[in-house]
């Protein structure tokens, strides 16, 4: 893992399909990681786009950071969109109105556009077992309309619509888990990535992108603008995000659990959270709750992982 | 040549999407459309109709996925009915503006609540706006012809944009009526492949759907008004084609016996046979009454509006939807405005009825002729009337 800064420059291409010159914050984890996932994915692709934040700050008329084929619509919609695209690629070549170019279809969305307003169009799309690949660059809160709690929001974190007060720890609820949702749909392929690990995103994206039937890659996403914290942290926050075990790289293929990266010792969340405004609130009861909640969960995954390589090992 | 058959409307729907040869067909059930989907899934199931069909989890899904399809070049169908069109609301703007021919059949239904499964008028007067072109249909073989005529002119260059074709729930829907089939050779020749000028394809990237700042969203609002009102000329010329090839021939402003009437009934979709029955009744009661019937709802037609009233003194039009707190039925404000610098206009009666699947009967019409002609020379203190109500 150390080497990673050695090989990514060899081995990633050096084209951008996702252009610079787009209108991101300084900083922004999810450039970063629509960036890299870019490299992953190379040019034969349709994207398809749900509105936010990576729709505003790279589409606006006359300029597209988007070298590849790229379609935007509305908010929810975006794994219904891809699911047309699909089908309508599926038909044509079959009844040889276009000739097979083995183009694949992607659909990128936000955490709101995923987890909350687009979770029915992407349970739909997964059910019917479309072949794509959908990637959710979750940066835990609506950030495009100004920092406002969605499902993916941490316990505990201040937003605009989940604001710190005198009666008030922030966000009330638990972040949804929308990578065992996505493998509660039995799709061949489950990832979690994070651009602080280039290589093992870049690496991911391609084996969705590759896997036929719907891929599903959740990607972590630094907002020093949402999360108050310096543009410069983005990738050291990144890292601490799983090195503490609150956001763990792992996949689901065909059902089985593999841990991507099992930091020997996970770090104390303070160091996590201490870098970051939205928390800045909380008080140690709550920060230990949510710790003990963190190394709970992290148990339950690595519990997981035990079980399928009992059964891909039995 | 084509064979003349006992066939349920929905049914026939389907057929002639067949003939079409849709690429892609996504849908939702909802009543009273289900049957025509329910058609098309057995012959996608038969493999006689070579398409995918996507079964998706809601309307605006079914809309939204038929604007990837679309905006890969695929040819696409969708249907629905009242809820469903409301849920798709959103999109169907989409569809419009990002220029996505797509051809839908809406088998018309009342809004909740309380809930109803019968027709009217409510959920296409609801999208109104949408930007798509607009066709309503009277009986079986006019909407037949009408989705044939929808593809052409969808995905004509100079068009390129969504149609719906109206067809009143159940009164047209689930009726089974002798319809004229065409052959396939026959709308193999009226139909030529779909190309859609610029897909979605990795060897010539596009990006489609773009944020529009407000330098810019003014001239796109523009072109696309431009665009539908110019679509006028296309749709006729389809029409003119389609009649010279099936020898049935389509006008955006439909007449019946109305050319010297004095007092004219504008009615839209399947009422409108009824009112031909009760006009000939009272044409034959010495009464000097006509029907005119509005076919294209966008682009309004509003030239051969007033050339068809532009003899009568008075006009009685007939909603099936109401606009709460407004001023009069939906078509009939729109009548009143198209016709309202006209030098010389007939006096415009407006009456709500028809909401929900109430039927309105031959007698039922002659009485709304009757009071329309007492309220045009009377006056009334009401906007509107609505027709045959229990208060």
Redesign the interface.
């Known amino acids: 893992m150390q080497n990673y800064t050695v090989f990514v420059p060899r081995l990633a291409p050096a084209t951008e399909n996702f252009a610079p010159g787009h209108r991101a914050c300084i900083g922004c984890g999810e450039a970063l990681a629509v960036r890299l996932a870019c490299k992953a994915i190379g ?4 994207v ?1 786009n749900a509105t936010g934040c990576m ?2 700050v790279a ?4 300029y ?1 950071s ?9 908010f ?2 975006t ?14 070549i ?2 040889g ?2 000739p097979d ?1 083995e ?1 694949k279809v992607v659909a990128i969305a936000g955490d709101g556009g995923t987890v909350d307003i687009g979770l ?2 992407l ?3 997964m ?2 077992g479309h072949d794509f690949l959908y990637l959710c660059f979750d940066n835990e809160a609506y950030m495009n309309t100004g920092i406002q709690r969605s499902s993916a929001t941490p316990f505990g974190a201040s937003t605009t619509t989940s604001p710190a007060g005198k009666v008030s720890m922030g966000q009330f609820s638990w972040k949804k888990d929308m990578p065992a949702i996505a493998a509660a749909h039995n799709i061949p392929y489950v990832a979690t990535a994070n651009p602080s690990y280039p290589f093992d995103l870049m690496e991911k994206v391609e084996k969705g992108l590759m896997t036929k039937g719907p891929a599903y890659v959740h990607i972590y996403s630094v907002c020093p603008t949402g999360w108050r914290c310096p543009g410069d942290l983005t990738i050291r926050i990144g890292r601490l995000a799983t090195e503490t075990g609150i956001f763990p790289l792992y996949e689901v293929e065909d059902g089985q659990y593999k841990l991507n990266y099992d930091p020997p010792k996970l770090q104390p969340i303070t160091s996590y959270m201490k870098l970051q405004g939205r928390f800045r609130h909380l008080p140690p009861e709550i920060i230990d709750k949510i710790q003990q909640t963190i190394i709970e969960k992290y148990q339950e995954l690595k519990e997981k992982v035990a079980a399928s390589t009992g059964v891909a090992g039995g | 040549m084509a064979q003349r058959v006992g066939m349920e409307v929905s049914v026939a729907i389907g057929e002639m999407v067949r003939m079409a ?1 849709a ?2 067909i ?1 849908a939702y059930p909802i009543t009273p459309q289900t049957h025509i989907v329910e058609h098309l899934a057995e012959l996608v199931a038969d493999g006689e109709l ?3 069909y ?5 309307e ?3 809309m ?11 040819r ?1 169908f969708t249907a629905t009915a009242g809820q469903g069109l409301e849920l798709m609301h ?2 169907l703007y ?1 569809a419009s503006s ?1 220029r996505l021919p797509v051809v839908m059949t809406v088998a018309n239904r009342a809004l909740s609540a309380p809930l109803s499964v019968w027709s009217d008028h409510s959920d296409a007067m609801a999208c109104r706006d949408t930007g798509w072109i607009q066709i309503f249909t009277e009986n079986g073989q006019e909407v037949v012809d009408n989705v044939l005529c929808a593809f052409r002119i969808a995905e004509d260059a100079e068009v390129l944009l969504p149609v719906m074709v109206h067809l009143d729930g159940f009164h047209l829907s689930h009726v089974i009526e002798p319809i004229l089939l065409p052959e396939q050779g026959e709308v193999s020749a009226f139909l030529p ?1 779909n190309k859609y000028p610029l897909p ?14 407000p330098f ?1 969203y003014t001239e796109a609002k523009w072109a696309q008004e431009v665009n539908l009102k110019k679509s006028k000329e296309t749709i006729l010329n389809v029409w003119r084609q389609f009649g010279d090839s099936f020898r049935r021939h389509y006008q955006p402003v439909e007449h019946y016996r109305s050319d010297d009437a004095k007092v004219l009934l504008l009615t839209m979709g399947s009422f409108s046979e009824t009112a031909m029955t009760a006009i000939d009744s009272m044409r034959s009661d010495g009464k000097d009454v006509g029907l005119i019937r509005l076919r294209l709802w966008r682009p309004f037609p509003f030239e051969e509006l007033r050339q068809a009233v532009k003899n009568a003194e008075v006009l009685i039009v007939l909603d099936r939807a109401l606009s709460f707190g407004g001023p009069a039925g939906p078509v009939a404000s729109e009548i009143k405005a198209a016709l309202y610098n006209q030098q010389t206009r007939p006096k415009i009666v407006s009456f709500v009825g028809g909401l929900g699947g109430r039927d309105i009967t031959a007698k039922g019409f002659t009485e709304i002729v009757n009071r329309g002609i007492e309220v045009a020379q009377k006056g009334s203190k009401d906007e509107f009337e609505i027709f045959g109500v229990r208060e």
């Open positions: 040019d034969n692709v349709i398809a729709e505003i589409s606006q008329v006359p597209t988007w070298r590849v084929p790229w379609i935007h619509t509305l929810e919609n794994a219904a969109v891809a699911s047309g695209i699909e089908a309508g690629l599926k038909a044509m079959r009844k109105q276009i170019r183009t029915q169009a349970s739909g799309a059910e019917r | 040869d690429d892609v996504a070579d398409a995918e996507i079964p998706v989890e809601s605006h899904s079914a939204s996925a038929c604007l990837g399809a679309a905006a890969a070049g695929a696409t959103e999109v989409v990002m492949p979605l394809n990795p060897e010539k990237p596009v990006a489609m759907g773009d944020f529009g700042p810019i």
